[in-house]
């Protein structure tokens, strides 16, 4: 409220208010235990215009520490409010897109490791698969192996026969050859028989000596014999046999396979990329 008129108090009055009018007089005593019970303003007078707890205006402690005002916010104050409000909105929005950015880009890295896994496990199995197969191949191959040196063997085991019986035959004859002569040596004809006598005996010697050689070596190729024929069981006993023809197709379209499913998959894995990337954007765009 404002009062105007009035210059000056005076201190003389009995009820102890400023000697003014008797209008502000009456106003001012209603309320004089309320007014003495609020910090008083410094200089105690009044001037034109006063503050809201009718004190001067710019001498109210209550004022100043309250920073009380009545004007209404100008038009550039409303302007300046109103863009830093949309400023930090902006900002809100921007954090909660990069926040939706992350999560979005975290999401495809877990799309992205899962789908290298089923890959990754896929490629494992059809490469256990071609490996299986390409075994299966190298068995043939032992098998062949095997089998043709079980057919040498018994070649070799075979000539070793016709050779030990030829030597026998050999050292039949030479050994009754020697026993006849010897039957036949007397005194007289002892020195003449001699020589004959000592080349047969060693002729027989070297024929025992390769009997027993062949003897030997007969005796290992029958050992060798029996522990590839062992092998060629187990190697047949492990899958039934296939074609070199067919083994070559299945490994084909194994790894024909493999290439189509892998190519597959990455397609799939692209398209998830793309349809993130779509999402996200429509997050900024938000």
């Known amino acids: 409220m404002v009062y105007s008129g009035f210059s000056s108090f005076s201190f003389s009055s009995p009820d102890g208010l400023p000697g003014i009018s008797t209008r502000v007089r ?3 005593k209603d309320d004089k235990e309320t007014i003495n019970e609020e910090p008083e303003c410094p200089g105690d007078i009044l001037i034109e215009d006063t503050c809201i707890h009718d004190k ?9 520490e309250e920073k009380i005002t009545d004007e209404e916010p100008t038009e550039i104050e409303e302007e300046y409010q109103e863009f830093h409000a949309e400023i930090d909105k902006q900002k809100k ?3 909660r897109a990069a926040e939706d950015k992350e999560k979005a880009q975290r999401r495809i890295s877990e799309i992205y490791l899962q789908i290298k896994e089923i890959i990754q496990e896929e490629i494992e199995f059809a490469q256990s698969q071609i490996f299986q197969a390409t075994n299966q191949s190298q068995a043939d191959g032992i098998i062949k192996e095997l089998t043709d040196k079980i057919k040498e063997l018994k070649e070799i085991l075979a000539r070793n026969k016709l050779i030990t019986d030829g030597v026998n035959a050999d050292l039949a004859n030479k050994s009754q050859k020697l026993n ?13 028989e001699t020589k004959e006598i000592q080349q047969l005996e060693t002729e027989i010697a ?13 005796e290992y190729l029958t050992k060798e014999l029996v522990e590839i024929n062992t092998l060629l069981l187990e190697e047949a006993n492990k899958k039934p046999l296939e074609s070199n023809e067919a083994k070559a197709e299945r490994i084909k379209q194994l790894e024909l396979g493999l290439k189509q499913r892998t190519a597959s998959q990455f397609k799939r894995f692209n398209q998830e990329v793309l ?5 996200i954007n429509k997050l900024l765009e938000e």
């Not at 001067?56 to 100043?64: R, T, Y």
């Not at 070297?206 to 007969?218: A, C, P, T, V, Y």
């Not at 349809?275 to 999402?279: G, K, M, Q, R």
Request: charged share 30%; hydrophobic share 25%.
């Open 93 to 95: 929005q921007v954090e």
């Open 275 to 279: 349809n993130n990337d779509e999402e």
């Open 26 to 28: 009456n106003f001012f």
């Open 56 to 64: 001067p205006s710019g001498g109210c402690n209550i004022c100043e």
């Open 180 to 192: 006849s002569l010897k039957a036949k040596l007397t005194a007289q004809t002892i020195k003449s």
């Open 206 to 218: 070297e024929l025992s000596k390769s009997k027993k050689q062949l003897e030997e070596h007969s």
